[in-house]
């Protein structure tokens, strides 16, 4: 009997200095568990750019076709066998001419593409190569959610069913982890910005992947104040013909007090977020 009453006196003890209870249900708390790295490879006059967090892997465009055994070389660098989630922001050359490639020599999950089409033979390349894996390619809708580990991917656009530029189509996402925030743009111009401003949606971000390579046609006073950038990435290749990154949006980005890093000047752009803080890192070779 006394080992019975020290055994229930010890056991309130426990409870009382614990704040424990028999009756009490856990508290469910919202845990990071992993980090998310977001590389912005250098391929010259293109995009793309790969997404990591826990064992989930994201590829947004995949450069132009001259660059393609760069992006392959890049991802079997990097030990990526896999692609949980790849997204086609519009069917452009310069975003999609590795595209073929990745989905024939990587497994893939679900591809997303906006509903529209071209005749242009690196188009037809991809769609040749997921005919091969018996992939159909998925059309998504502003406010459609994509999960990759514990970061949450929102689409934004696009909002319209038809555009005269085809830039306009571009899929626009913005990734969530933790309390920090990406926005990837794609070639998305002016009327696309102005429509994903008028949905309201939250586009505060830490990071913009700056639209169309920094062309004046993109990066609006309005959407550069909206989504109020600490960081921005501009993907674009060395002396191209373009003129980008123009003149007029590095001064925008400059007067808004955003630190600008360019594939052209910094080669690949490394960011990692552990829900909280980033750090960045560069490689030219």
Do not use: W
């Not at 250098?42 to 997404?51: R, S």
Request: aromatic share 6%.
């Amino acid at each position: 009997m006394k080992k019975l009453l020290y055994l229930l006196t010890s056991f309130a003890l426990i409870v009382a200095l614990t704040g424990c209870s028999l009756f009490s249900k856990p508290v469910a708390t919202a845990v990071i568990s992993n980090e998310l790295t977001v590389r912005y490879l250098d391929v010259g006059q293109g995009d793309a750019e790969i997404l990591q967090c826990g064992n989930q892997t994201m590829l947004i465009d995949a450069g132009t076709n001259e660059s393609t055994n760069t992006l392959i070389l890049d991802i079997k660098n990097l030990g990526i066998t896999r692609f949980d989630i790849v997204v086609a922001t519009h069917p452009h050359e310069d975003h999609i001419g590795g595209m073929d490639a990745v989905i024939n020599q990587f497994d893939i999950g679900t591809v997303y593409m906006p509903d529209v089409t071209t005749t242009t033979v690196t188009f037809s390349d991809v769609l040749k190569a997921l005919k091969n894996k018996n992939l159909t390619p998925v059309h998504p809708k502003p406010g459609d959610v994509l999960k990759l580990g514990d970061a949450q991917c929102t689409v934004l656009a696009p909002n319209s069913a038809k555009y005269t530029d085809m830039n306009n189509y571009s899929i626009v996402l913005k990734v969530v982890f933790g309390s920090n925030s990406f926005l990837f743009t794609g070639d998305a111009q002016t009327q696309s910005e102005t429509e994903i401003l008028a949905q309201g949606y939250n586009l505060k971000a830490d990071v913009l992947k700056v639209g169309h390579h920094g062309s004046d046609t993109a990066t609006s006073p309005a959407f550069l104040a909206a989504v109020s950038p600490k960081y921005a990435v501009i993907e674009v290749g060395e002396g191209n013909d373009y003129g980008h990154p123009h003149a007029v949006t590095l001064q925008k980005l400059a007067a808004a007090g955003v630190t600008i890093y360019r594939t052209d000047l910094n080669g690949t752009v490394t960011i990692t977020s552990n829900g909280s803080n980033l750090s960045i890192g560069t490689v030219k070779p």
